[in-house]
């Protein structure tokens, strides 16, 4: 799951590089990740927590996650996310940099929004467990029985799995679309909206292993019928068929939901009976996290680089990849894991 987890999180350096947005492949790079990355994040935080919330008590578990989360979010806010918008504000752009800022609707929490939605959920979850323990409700969890053989629900399973997106979008409309939106909450409406979007995912991985009406979800060849029905929604999504604008909303969240469920019932449980992996991937999940915070500062930093240097998009774009993933795995194995200062600051880590 740490490996799953690290690949949709180190995913995100092509997105960021895609942000130059002047072939079609970036955007096509751009929009995929909005299909299924970071709702499959949200729903592998879900089923994390509730795998590791047992193994302390509440009040220790929650102090920890929100260490975890809070100082790596505090320290991107602080110095680097204003690193960055410096260096957009004062070097010259030459080449395919040239309306980089234009073309990007670059807000003052860039890549770390999901850290706030974490820590919401955090607070969350620590209230349901607390409410659990003070009812002497036992969650003990054991990751083989997390796909066990579900009963034959397939037509509910199937109305369930249809019915979500629908819900979502529904959810989304009106508890953030009407009051928030007519509130004008300006700076935060992205993060909010993002918080009532990905809600759902987390609650379905926390969810999962204790309903074995979830489980049956990843014992089903339902979901291959869901991941084609989203097809048309997804072509939609990227660009390939026109939409609507009235019903360009409703389209983009009924289509990335729809897909994201199909991929996470695709890809879960081969990785849960993953028993060993390659050590690049190893190593990866080690450093993800620390390879998240930094790279969008990385990212923008070769990128304009490259752009001094003459080569052309599609070169550079490759260079900029291989070099941030190049530098930050090098910031987590000379700082962070030598380092308990850089520990603290990049993983939020005491110890």
């Known amino acids: 799951m740490d490996a799953l987890r690290a690949i949709l999180l180190s995913y995100g350096i092509f997105v960021h590089t895609a942000n130059v947005k002047i072939e079609p492949l970036f955007f096509f790079i751009e929009g995929s990740s909005g299909l299924f990355r970071m709702n499959t994040f949200f729903f592998l ?67 770390l929004w999901f850290l706030f939605p974490l820590l919401a959920f955090t ?82 991985g926390y969810l999962l292993p204790n309903h074995r009406f ?42 990335s939901t729809a897909f994201s469920l199909a991929f996470i019932v695709i890809t879960t449980p081969v990785f849960l009976k993953i028993t060993s992996i390659h050590p690049f991937l190893t190593s990866l999940s080690k450093s993800s996290y620390t390879i998240y915070i930094v790279h969008f500062l990385l990212v923008s930093m070769f990128l304009y680089a490259y752009s001094w240097a003459g080569l052309s998009i599609y070169p550079a774009a490759a260079a900029t990849v291989i070099s941030v993933f190049i530098v930050a795995l090098t910031i987590h194995s000379q700082l962070v894991e030598r380092h308990r200062w850089a520990r603290f600051l990049l993983n939020g880590k005491m110890t």
């Open 214 to 255: 979830l489980q049956a979800m990843f014992s089903s060849p339902i979901y291959w019928l869901v991941g084609l029905l989203s097809i048309p929604l997804l072509l939609a999504r990227i660009g390939v068929v026109a939409l609507d604008p009235k019903t360009h909303d409703i389209v983009n969240s009924v289509g």
């Open 123 to 204: 607070m969350t979850t620590f209230a349901i467990r607390d409410l659990q323990v003070r009812k002497g409700r036992s969650i003990a969890i054991r990751n083989d029985n997390l796909i066990p053989d579900a009963p034959h629900i397939r037509l509910a399973v199937l109305a369930a799995l249809l019915a979500f997106p629908a819900l979502r979008y529904l959810a989304m409309w009106v508890v953030y679309h009407i009051p928030f939106r007519s509130a004008g909450l300006g700076h935060f409406s992205f993060i909010i909206s993002m918080t009532f979007g990905t809600l759902p995912f987390y609650l379905l």
């Open 45 to 111: 935080s879900g089923l994390l927590a509730a795998l590791t919330i047992g193994r302390a008590t509440p009040a220790s578990w929650l102090q920890k996650r929100v260490i975890a989360l809070s100082v790596p979010l505090l320290f991107g806010l602080l110095i680097l996310n204003p690193l960055f918008f410096l260096l957009h504000s004062h070097v010259p752009k030459v080449g395919f940099m040239v309306g980089f800022v234009e073309r990007n609707r670059l807000v003052w929490h860039l890549h």
